[in-house]
């Protein structure tokens, strides 16, 4: 199984962008999907999540600015980040908590290899 990141690069202050990442790997169906990020020098931090059903949840700083979704029948989650501030500078990482292969057969905590994202003037 692979997860592909997608979307990342450098934008100005105030500006935008859509990250994407999609599963591969004979998927039959994948719980939460979430994207985290990780500045330099600190810890990897939780910044949207969404459920198969739908439910989201988001990091506080990014509220009301970035949007997560996904195509559960393509197995991609999306990441519109609006407004993007200088500190929201950091490589973004795709996560699938629990990716199922059959009713029985799955694998836990599964992520892409990354996309930076940088916000600066």
């Known amino acids: 199984v692979q997860l592909q990141a997608s979307g990342g690069g450098l934008v100005r202050p105030g500006g935008f962008l859509k990250l994407s990442c999609a599963a591969f790997g004979g998927i039959v169906r994948i719980d939460n999907m979430a994207w985290y990020r990780q500045a330099p020098g600190k810890q990897r931090e939780l910044v949207a999540l969404m459920s198969e059903e739908g439910n989201s949840k988001y990091e506080d700083s990014v509220k009301g600015r970035f949007s997560i979704s996904r195509d559960n029948a393509r197995n991609i989650v999306y990441l519109q980040m609006n407004r993007l501030r200088p500190e929201d500078t950091a490589v973004y990482y795709c996560?699938?908590?629990?990716?199922?292969?059959?009713?029985?057969?799955?694998?836990?905590?599964?992520w892409g290899q990354g996309t930076q994202v940088t916000v600066s003037s």
């Open positions: 996560n699938a908590g629990k990716i199922y292969f059959s009713s029985s057969y799955y694998l836990n905590d599964i």
